[in-house]
């Protein structure tokens, strides 16, 4: 079973600074999705950003973009330029190819101070 | 434009009540599913449907069920409520299997047994 590990209950950023946060994997395919959803106080689910695994080049989004380890099976989101609205909970996610269930790691709150 | 869209927001049963969650989308996914989310963890895939009339559990469906007769509908039914079944539940949809692989999320629906 593909399982998902998130190391760091909570982290802290101040304003206008970098944060990363930890994901790891388990898996023995070789095509597969990964995610970083955020979550603030209003329960939405946001995607932030997406990797396909057989493309190398790591994916960005404006201030996001992600570390991709497929061999240490790493999944990293940076956030850059911390913004007080980054302020939530932040799920990685691994879905494998063409299957229907997605797989979520227990989450990390950030905090932005000001 | 709605996407996915879940009632009630909010519920309060008591112990063996039953209630039925509401989705609906309105992008045509064939795909749907419910997740459910407990305090401090990541979401639990419940039951999905891969289209009208087709559904199958997930990791977590004991206490549930659910049905799907369109394509826009896929209501979660939760007899005989129990205090283990207080959770935030979200209903999802996606494109069919591969695309973006990603998961397009309601806005939850926060229950509590008491």
């Known amino acids: 079973a593909q399982t998902v590990t998130q190391s760091q209950p909570e982290m802290s950023v101040q304003e206008a600074e970098t944060v990363t946060l930890s994901c790891t994997y388990d898996?023995?395919?070789?095509?597969?999705?990964l995610f970083w959803y955020k979550q603030p106080p209003s329960r939405q689910m946001i995607l932030v950003i997406r990797q396909e695994a057989y493309k190398q080049q790591n994916a960005t989004e404006n201030r996001f973009s992600v570390n991709f380890q497929k061999a240490a099976k790493s999944f990293s989101l940076k956030i850059s330029d911390s913004q007080l609205g980054d302020a939530a909970m932040y799920f990685c996610?691994?879905?494998?190819?063409?299957?229907?269930?997605?797989?979520f790691g227990a989450g990390t709150r950030l905090t932005v101070k000001p | 434009n709605a996407g996915v869209t879940q009632t009630p927001k909010f519920r309060i049963l008591k112990i063996g009540q039953s209630m039925t969650l509401q989705c609906t989308q309105d992008?045509?996914?064939?795909?749907m599913y419910w997740y459910r989310q407990d305090p401090g963890m990541g979401l639990k895939l419940i039951y999905y449907?891969?289209?009208?009339?087709?559904?199958d559990k997930g990791e977590v469906p004991n206490g549930y069920n659910v049905s799907r007769s369109t394509t826009e509908d896929f209501p979660l039914r939760l007899e005989l409520a129990a205090p283990s079944q207080t959770s935030v539940y979200f209903c999802?949809?996606?494109?069919?299997?591969?695309?973006?692989?990603?998961?397009?999320f309601g806005e939850g629906s926060r229950l509590t047994v008491l």
């Open positions: 999802a949809s996606s494109y069919k299997r591969g695309n973006t692989g990603e998961l397009f």
């Open positions: 992008m045509n996914h064939n795909y």
């Open positions: 898996t023995s395919e070789s095509d597969y999705y």
């Open positions: 449907s891969v289209g009208a009339g087709i559904t």
């Open positions: 996610a691994y879905r494998r190819y063409n299957n229907n269930d997605m797989r």
